[in-house]
C-alpha cells in the first residue's frame, strides 16, 4: 500500500497538471470502488476549477472551485496516469494490461481537462476510496476526523510524541503505526526510522515516554522519522507494490533500505558486525538488527 511519501509524491505531480485547470467532464465508468461513489458526484464536479490540492495522512483533498473537495486514497493498487491531448500511453509502465492508459478494464475514472488532457485513476484490485465532500466539513469526515498528527509538521515534535506514548503497553513499531498516534509512517519507513533511531521495535512505548519531558531517544525517533520520510520523498517513494509516479517515474528509495527486506543479510551499521532479522508484528513484517537497535 502506498505510504506518506508515495502519496505526496502522487500530489505534487497531479498539483502540477489540476491546478488552475476546469474540469469539462468527470467519467466514472463504475458505481464506486471499495464505497460507492455519491450519486450526483460527476455532475457536481465538472465545470469546476481545481485550487489546491493538500495531503492528509494517505489521503489527496483535492481542492475544486465552489467548496467542494474530491477526497481520494490509493488503496492498494491505485494508479492516476496524465494524459496530455491526443496522448493514449502516459508512459512505459501503465497499469491497463497491455491496454492503451484509459482503456482498460482497471481504468475507473476519467478527468478530461479544459486544455484537452486527461487524468485517469486505475485501480485493479479497486481497494481505493472516492469521495465528494464540502471543504468546510472536512474534518469531520468519517475518513479524517480519527486522525492524529502529520510527521512532517513542525507541530509534531518529540514533546508531542511522548505525550501520544506514556501509559501506552505497545510495542513502539505498533504506536509508529497507529494512524492516531502519529499519520502516514507506515510499515517500510516505521522500520527504517526505528534502525535509524537505535530503537527495537520489541520496546514498550510507555517505557520511551519520559515521565515529565521526552527522553533523548524519543527525540532521535522524531528526527529519524523527519529525515526518513524526506528522504523517500525526494527519492519519489518506493516501488514495492509497483508504485509510481503519476508521470510513471518509478521510486527509488528501496535502493536506500537499511533495514527492510534485508532479512539475514549484514547490518549496514559500521562496526556493529549484527545481522538483519525479520519478527512478525500485526500481521506485518518487521526487520531490525538486534544487535544495535535497543
Same mark, same amino acid.
Given at each position: 500500500?502506498?505510504?506518506?511519501?508515495?502519496?505526496?509524491?502522487?500530489?505534487?505531480?497531479?498539483?502540477?497538471? @489540476?491546478?488552475?485547470?476546469?474540469?469539462?467532464?468527470?467519467?466514472?465508468?463504475?458505481?464506486?470502488?471499495? @464505497?460507492?461513489?455519491?450519486?450526483?458526484?460527476?455532475?457536481?464536479?465538472?465545470?469546476?476549477?481545481? =485550487?489546491?490540492?493538500?495531503?492528509?495522512?494517505?489521503?489527496?483533498? =483535492?481542492?475544486?472551485?465552489?467548496?467542494?473537495?474530491?477526497?481520494?486514497?490509493?488503496?492498494?493498487?491505485?494508479?492516476?496516469?496524465?494524459?496530455?491531448?491526443?496522448?493514449?500511453?502516459?508512459?512505459?509502465?501503465?497499469?491497463?494490461?497491455?491496454?492503451?492508459?484509459?482503456?482498460?478494464?482497471?481504468?475507473?475514472?476519467?478527468?478530461?481537462?479544459?486544455?484537452?488532457?486527461? *487524468?485517469?485513476?486505475?485501480?485493479?484490485?479497486? @481497494?481505493?476510496?472516492?469521495?465528494?465532500?464540502?471543504?468546510?466539513?472536512?474534518?469531520?469526515?468519517?475518513?479524517?476526523?480519527?486522525?492524529?498528527?502529520?510527521?512532517?509538521?513542525?507541530?509534531?515534535?518529540?514533546?508531542?510524541?511522548?505525550?501520544?506514548?506514556?501509559?501506552?503497553?505497545?510495542?513502539?513499531?505498533?504506536?509508529?503505526?497507529?494512524?492516531?498516534?502519529? *499519520?502516514? =509512517?507506515?510499515?517500510?519507513?516505521?522500520?527504517?526510522?526505528? @534502525?535509524?533511531?537505535?530503537?527495537?521495535?520489541?520496546?514498550?512505548?510507555?517505557?520511551?515516554?519520559?515521565?515529565?519531558?521526552?527522553?533523548?531517544?524519543?527525540?532521535?525517533?522524531?528526527?529519524?522519522?523527519?529525515?526518513?520520510?524526506?528522504?523517500?520523498?525526494?527519492?519519489?517513494?518506493?516501488?514495492?507494490?509497483?508504485?509510481?509516479? *503519476?508521470?510513471?517515474?518509478?521510486?527509488?528509495?528501496?535502493?536506500?533500505?537499511?533495514?527492510?527486506?534485508?532479512?539475514?543479510?549484514?547490518?549496514?551499521?559500521?562496526?556493529?558486525?549484527?545481522?538483519? =532479522?525479520?519478527?512478525?508484528?500485526?500481521?506485518?513484517?518487521?526487520?531490525?538488527?538486534?544487535?544495535?537497535?535497543?
Amino acid at each position: 500500500m502506498p505510504e506518506l511519501p508515495e502519496v505526496e509524491t502522487v500530489r505534487r505531480g497531479l498539483m502540477e497538471h @489540476f491546478v488552475g485547470r476546469t474540469l469539462v467532464k468527470m467519467e466514472l465508468r463504475r458505481d464506486g470502488l471499495r @464505497f460507492p461513489f455519491p450519486v450526483d458526484m460527476g455532475s457536481r464536479m465538472e465545470g469546476r476549477e481545481f =485550487i489546491s490540492i493538500e495531503r492528509r495522512a494517505k489521503y489527496l483533498l =483535492i481542492r475544486l472551485s465552489g467548496g467542494l473537495t474530491w477526497l481520494a486514497h490509493l488503496g492498494m493498487s491505485g494508479h492516476f496516469s496524465l494524459l496530455a491531448a491526443g496522448e493514449e500511453r502516459a508512459s512505459l509502465h501503465e497499469y491497463s494490461l497491455g491496454m492503451p492508459v484509459g482503456k482498460g478494464r482497471h481504468d475507473h475514472v476519467v478527468a478530461h481537462l479544459d486544455d484537452g488532457s486527461r *487524468v485517469v485513476y486505475t485501480d485493479p484490485r479497486r @481497494f481505493g476510496v472516492m469521495d465528494l465532500i464540502d471543504t468546510s466539513a472536512e474534518e469531520e469526515h468519517r475518513l479524517l476526523r480519527h486522525l492524529g498528527p502529520e510527521p512532517l509538521e513542525h507541530e509534531w515534535t518529540a514533546s508531542v510524541l511522548a505525550s501520544a506514548l506514556r501509559g501506552r503497553n505497545v510495542k513502539i513499531k505498533t504506536a509508529l503505526l497507529d494512524q492516531r498516534v502519529v *499519520v502516514g =509512517i507506515g510499515n517500510i519507513y516505521a522500520c527504517e526510522a526505528l @534502525f535509524r533511531a537505535r530503537i527495537s521495535p520489541l520496546r514498550i512505548s510507555s517505557t520511551l515516554a519520559g515521565k515529565r519531558r521526552p527522553t533523548k531517544r524519543v527525540e532521535l525517533l522524531v528526527d529519524a522519522v523527519k529525515e526518513i520520510l524526506n528522504e523517500a520523498i525526494e527519492s519519489g517513494g518506493s516501488t514495492l507494490n509497483d508504485f509510481q509516479a *503519476v508521470d510513471g517515474e518509478l521510486g527509488y528509495f528501496t535502493h536506500f533500505f537499511q533495514v527492510y527486506d534485508r532479512d539475514g543479510k549484514e547490518c549496514k551499521r559500521e562496526s556493529c558486525g549484527g545481522k538483519i =532479522i525479520r519478527i512478525v508484528q500485526g500481521g506485518r513484517s518487521t526487520f531490525y538488527c538486534r544487535r544495535c537497535q535497543r
